[in-house]
């Protein structure tokens, strides 16, 4: 078995999902535009909708998986990074540090 934490194949799900989408929405794109440039409105309509479709899916995956690694702290989705580390102790620690009080200046006589 794997020992590759649930988030890192996450990760490498949304990049690849990301990836995939980015290249189908162009070549729906281009399908659309051609199938309108030439007066098949019906076939517009389909790749229409399936551009419009693979483009809130790619970015619901993303920002949902983005959202939730910003939230564990960890690293986002990559698909040049073929290892994983552990978020740093100090990362962590990040959101219980205490805000500091500003010393007021005496203005001087």
């Known amino acids: 078995m794997s020992m590759t934490p649930n988030w890192v194949r996450r990760?490498?799900?949304?990049?690849?999902s990301g990836y995939f989408c980015a290249l189908l929405g162009f070549a729906t794109l281009a399908m659309t535009l051609t199938a309108a440039?030439?007066?098949?409105?019906?076939?517009?309509?389909?790749?229409?909708?399936?551009f419009a479709l693979t483009l809130v899916y790619a970015l619901t995956l993303i920002t949902t998986t983005v959202r939730r690694d910003h939230a564990d702290h960890h690293?986002?989705?990559?698909?040049l990074a073929d290892k994983w580390d552990q978020t740093p102790r100090a990362l962590r620690r990040r959101?219980?540090?205490?805000?500091?009080?500003?010393?007021q200046v005496q203005p001087r006589p």
């Open 11 to 16: 990760n490498h799900f949304t990049a690849w």
């Open 37 to 50: 440039g030439t007066g098949h409105t019906g076939y517009a309509m389909i790749a229409g909708v399936l």
């Open 75 to 79: 690293a986002t989705p990559n698909l």
């Open 95 to 103: 959101a219980m540090l205490t805000p500091v009080r500003s010393h």
